[in-house]
């Protein structure tokens, strides 16, 4: 096998001239034949001055260089685009296929026998490992890690949901400018990934579970010197990996360990994000997830992490309290333990070595679990026959069964506009509709399903309303809301025919999202309805690919030309 300087020659027509070429060009940087005759390790450089969810990338990059080096691997660094969750127009999850594309492509254009993809914030993750999934190279994932906690006040803060939390009383006149403008400066006190379980910590903890990463990976705070040196180590097992030639992602990624990964997404109250790129992940290989064995799951599977949202605490407890491996250990026979990972050792391996403080609340027995049941459930009907999610451990227990009047915004422009208008016909037990903020809709899937409760609502108190919509949310955020209604209406799915004033019922037991308007005058709202126009400014370039491209959310957002198809 073609390994190190000689892997995937540039063609010239001559393959001798062409390493000669690329030896002469990258002596340049001063590199000896014996650094060049080594195997090499490629590591993803995906710092950015608009990303300060991984401001300790290059503090993380040069530590997987030390170890590359010290294990007797050349070590190889390349940029990649880099996306932040708050920075990003219209929307991350727009740009996630662009970064797989980009993070692919360059995997395969350089020579590297394996590679360290470096990432964190929500969607730069799951696009490495779309990406490694189809080049199929030993890959080591190093998640840049959550921040700190913040404090105000005497209150332990986090991003984001506290930041939602906080907003929301300053919305209902609870807090004023100054001291929101205080909150500001405290939300964030450190570089790193959101501290409670949103969308970030959820794929760091999927990515642990399926062996992709080292143990603990996912839980070290950005800042602490133990994300150095798990960085480290990271570089001696990518060296080795690009020795031995694996363990390859399609190793690690199986049907065991994808079902281990939905367990854990369960147990820790994770992001409903997490479902979609997930799904993207297993479109990739050549096995697929399905929404019913998620479900399943959720029906036996409790919420064991006591976090934000679902619950009280944040990502630094959770990993003072053991992390991922001392959940597993938790979690017992509900998991299949005899699946690999990069490091050669089987998560029964892993939980062997978790560490026990019998003093800690954050990880939970089955016996005593946060919610009898998982984080998530699947909901179908006549208004998602694809199926919609709702995390019910961040709902509110007495709207999971809820039958109201629908309030319908045709877009996301539209919510703006009215939903604080002191005109708008709406109370506490209507249910709130958005629409054409799908994957095609917006485009992008935004997270703009957490409609916010009307401002007129919020002054009298009210903390949550039943809302649906086809757009996702922050893992961060939390009420009963139904997301990822499955199809989407911009391509025509039932929740186009929605009007104000039709009753929609909820039935969280029932795994039941109905329109009660009957069958025929449904058929005559289909006939008449016209679908609207592709979103402004998708005429040309990524965004013509991805509006054209796109598949729906129970298929995770990827492009259909980039799912692995039947040999």
């Known amino acids: 096998m073609t390994r190190g300087l000689r892997k995937g020659l540039t063609s010239y027509g001559d393959d001798g001239f062409a390493l000669f070429l690329r030896k002469a060009f990258i002596k340049a940087a001063g590199y000896s034949d014996d650094a060049l005759d080594r195997p090499i390790v490629g590591i993803t450089n995906t710092y950015s001055d608009y990303n300060p969810c991984h401001g300790n990338a290059k503090t993380l990059l040069e530590a997987v260089k030390r170890g590359v080096m010290l294990a007797g691997a050349l070590p190889m660094e390349f940029p990649t685009i880099s996306i932040h969750e708050s920075f990003a127009h219209p929307t991350s999850m727009f740009l996630r296929n662009l970064m797989a594309m980009d993070t692919e492509e360059m995997m395969r254009a350089q020579p590297m026998d394996a590679v360290v993809v470096i990432g964190g914030c929500d969607k730069t993750l799951p696009a490495q490992i779309m990406a490694a999934a189809s080049v199929d190279l030993p890959t080591v994932v190093v998640p840049v890690g959550p921040m700190v906690v913040g404090h105000h006040r005497g209150e332990v803060l986090g991003a984001c949901t506290d930041c939602r939390r906080l907003w929301g009383a300053h919305r209902a006149g609870e807090i004023d400018e100054t001291e929101i403008d205080t909150v500001n400066g405290r939300l964030a006190p450190s570089v790193g990934t959101c501290m409670v379980m949103g969308t970030a910590s959820t794929m760091a903890c999927i990515t642990e579970t399926l062996g992709l990463s080292l143990p603990m990976s996912a839980t070290i705070p950005a800042p602490h010197a133990e994300r150095v040196r798990l960085a480290e180590d990271s570089g001696k097992v990518a060296a080795r990996m690009a020795v031995e030639g694996g363990p390859l992602p399609s190793q690690l990624l199986t049907p065991q360990s994808f079902r281990n990964a939905m367990i854990?997404?369960?147990?820790?109250?994770?992001?409903?994000?997490?479902?979609?790129?997930?799904?993207?992940?297993?479109?990739?290989?050549?096995?697929?997830?399905?929404?019913?064995?998620?479900?399943?799951?959720?029906?036996?599977?409790?919420?064991?992490?006591?976090?934000?949202?679902?619950?009280?605490?944040?990502?630094?407890?959770?990993?003072?309290?053991?992390?991922?491996?001392?959940?597993?250990?938790?979690?017992?026979?509900?998991?299949?333990?005899d699946t690999p990972t990069i490091s050669g050792a089987t998560l029964r391996d892993v939980v062997a070595a978790a560490e026990d403080d019998p003093g800690q609340t954050v990880i939970r027995s089955t016996a005593d679990p946060i919610k009898a049941q998982g984080s998530m459930i699947v909901l179908r009907g006549n208004l998602a026959p694809g199926g919609a999610i709702l995390k019910q451990a961040a709902a509110s227990s007495h709207l999971l069964h809820h039958t109201g009047r629908a309030v319908v915004f045709d877009s996301v422009a539209d919510m703006a506009e009215r939903i604080d208008d002191p005109q708008l016909d709406v109370n506490a037990d209507d249910v709130l509709v958005l629409r054409n903020a799908g994957p095609k809709g917006a485009p992008g899937m935004p997270e703009a399903g957490y409609l916010p409760i009307p401002k007129k609502l919020a002054r009298q108190g009210i903390k949550d309303m039943v809302r649906i919509s086809d757009a996702r949310m922050s893992g961060t955020a939390f009420g009963t809301i139904v997301l990822h209604i499955t199809p989407e209406a911009a391509i025509?799915?039932?929740?186009?025919?929605?009007?104000?004033?039709?009753?929609?019922?909820?039935?969280?037991?029932?795994?039941?999202?109905?329109?009660?308007?009957?069958?025929?005058?449904?058929?005559?709202?289909?006939?008449?309805?016209?679908?609207?126009?592709?979103?402004?400014?998708?005429?040309?370039?990524?965004?013509?690919?991805?509006?054209?491209?796109?598949?729906?959310?129970?298929?995770?957002?990827?492009?259909?030309f980039l799912r692995r198809r039947p040999d």
């Open 264 to 337: 854990v997404m369960q147990a820790i109250g994770g992001s409903t994000n997490g479902i979609i790129h997930l799904a993207a992940i297993a479109g990739r290989t050549e096995h697929t997830l399905s929404l019913d064995e998620l479900d399943e799951i959720g029906r036996t599977v409790p919420v064991l992490v006591d976090l934000k949202p679902s619950g009280q605490h944040y990502m630094e407890h959770f990993h003072h309290a053991g992390g991922v491996p001392k959940l597993l250990k938790q979690l017992g026979d509900l998991v299949e333990l």
């Open 492 to 560: 025509g799915g039932p929740l186009a025919l929605v009007r104000t004033g039709d009753l929609i019922r909820l039935d969280a037991e029932g795994r039941r999202l109905e329109l009660l308007v009957e069958e025929d005058q449904l058929e005559r709202r289909r006939s008449e309805h016209v679908r609207a126009p592709d979103a402004k400014g998708s005429e040309r370039g990524y965004a013509r690919l991805f509006v054209e491209n796109v598949l729906q959310a129970d298929e995770g957002c990827d492009f259909g």
